[in-house]
């Protein structure tokens, strides 16, 4: 069959490992959308955003790819209730410059339940990652905070979605990766805060034991997270710079949603610059930063809390041609401290370092999706320059430590999971499947789930 949609070789995800051909539909309303899926033929069908995935989750190789940005409309908003109803193409971006810091009756003011590291994210995108955030101690997940949503699967229906309405479709589509069907528009629920500036504190801690020592102490800060150094050894493993943050009360200061990115980097350079002497320094830059006493405050305004990346544009392009990839794992509190410590000495005995190295406890909140990567313990965040085969050989390492110790890996930083560290990570993955889409597929899928995604499809085909 010749398709009668457009070919792309520049759909990417943002870890700019991956290099694949898709067929592109650019749907302007959820009518269009339908008309998209009838007329696919066999081609599986898998949605994008903003491609902010890092790995393959987002990808389609030989397939198409429904872009969602063209559904961007805001549909209405209750300034009385908080609830929030637009179509799944609109952007966090787009909702902190139109409905955040409106005014709550109780006083505050109008914010995001949970936000990721960017706002340059679709709704969408956010509930098919379930994202989480620096506050999931108490808030949880993004998918805590949609009351419902409308799904367009393969055959042509249209099916609202909530926890009492198909709630087991509810529940695989929340971190579900977009392989339920296209999400056209969704509900949500906004959170009241005393204001958009934030009281914060950062501190240097010497070792894990002393970030341990100051994720207990600060319950009472709703955002936490720490940066830790991964190239550190012996008595310093494990040290770093923990930054807590909370919404000041009685601040009525008016902050301005953030604008485009003040930097941005134009171009892929021959090399990417950061490699291990740049890191050793930059490390050694972030952990005295804060000077002889090891502590700052500050009142911020909430995007240089939530989105300090976010100021430069295309910041992946610093690793090269290449591209980078991210690794994040989560596992479980008992053993936590011993399981970290074993993965930081891993990367810091292989000098394959990491520059965006995050460390931070979660809470224990039931996931709201089959496939959420959040639960409690403690999650580290890295990302490697591809330097190929040594790259993959560490975080084949890296996965033993975390499969021992009962963790998990996050599917939406992921690029090359093997399906056995899935399918032990994700123990509802065979009942995710039953919910999957025929007609749906990605990269992702096909590598883990195997021959039950290749049966689906051609069932569908």
């Known amino acids: ?257 953030p604008g485009p990115p003040r930097l941005s980097i134009p171009l892929d350079p021959p090399c990417s610059p950061l490699n291990s002497l740049s890191l050793r320094l930059f490390n050694a830059l972030l952990f005295h930063r804060l000077g002889p006493g090891g502590r700052r405050s500050a009142i911020r305004p909430y995007p240089a809390v939530f989105y300090p990346l976010d100021s430069i544009g295309a910041w992946n392009r610093l690793y090269g041609p290449r591209g980078f990839w991210q690794y994040q794992c989560v596992v479980p509190p008992d053993g936590a401290p011993r399981t970290i410590a074993r993965l930081l000495e891993t990367i810091s005995g292989s000098g394959e370092g990491s520059f965006l190295a995050v460390l931070k406890t979660m809470g224990d909140v039931p996931a709201p999706g089959l496939l959420s990567f959040p639960m409690a313990g403690t999650t580290l965040a890295l990302d490697f320059p591809n330097r190929g085969a040594a790259t993959l050989q560490l975080l084949a390492r890296l996965d033993r430590i975390v499969l021992e110790a009962g963790g998990r890996l996050y599917p939406a930083k992921d690029g090359r999971m093997p399906a056995d560290v899935f399918r032990a990570g994700h123990p509802n993955w065979q009942r995710f499947t039953e919910w999957v889409d025929p007609g749906f597929s990605s990269a992702f899928w096909r590598r883990v789930a195997g021959a039950e995604a290749a049966a689906r499809i051609a069932r569908a085909a």
């Open 1 to 257: 069959m010749v398709s009668v949609f457009a070919e792309s070789r520049a759909h990417r995800a943002w870890g700019r490992v991956h290099r694949f051909v898709h067929h592109v539909a650019r749907p302007t309303s959820p009518a269009a959308a339908r008309t998209v899926l009838a007329r696919r033929g066999q081609l599986a069908v898998l949605p994008y955003g903003l491609g902010r995935s890092y790995g393959d989750s987002c990808l389609n190789p030989g397939g198409l790819l429904v872009e969602t940005r063209g559904l961007d409309r805001l549909l209405a908003f209750d300034p009385a209730s908080g609830v929030l109803r637009c179509e799944a193409g609109v952007t966090l971006a787009e909702l902190l410059g139109t409905v955040v810091g409106r005014p709550a009756p109780d006083g505050g003011v109008w914010f995001l339940p949970v936000s990721p590291g960017t706002r340059f994210v679709t709704v969408g995108g956010a509930i098919a990652n379930d994202v989480h955030g620096k506050n999931h101690e108490r808030a949880g997940s993004f998918g805590h905070h949609v009351r419902a949503f409308g799904l367009l699967r393969s055959d042509g229906r249209i099916l609202r979605c909530a926890p009492q309405e198909n709630a087991e479709l509810f529940a695989a589509t929340i971190g579900g990766l977009g392989l339920t069907g296209l999400i056209l528009e969704a509900e949500l629920q906004l959170v009241s805060v005393p204001s958009l500036r934030l009281e914060t504190e950062d501190i240097r801690f010497a070792d894990l034991e002393g970030f341990y020592r100051l994720a207990a102490e600060s319950k009472d800060w709703a955002y936490t997270v720490a940066w830790v150094d991964c190239l550190a050894r012996g008595r310093a493993l494990g040290r770093g710079v923990f930054s807590r943050a909370r919404h000041l009360a009685g601040s009525r200061e008016a902050v301005r949603p």
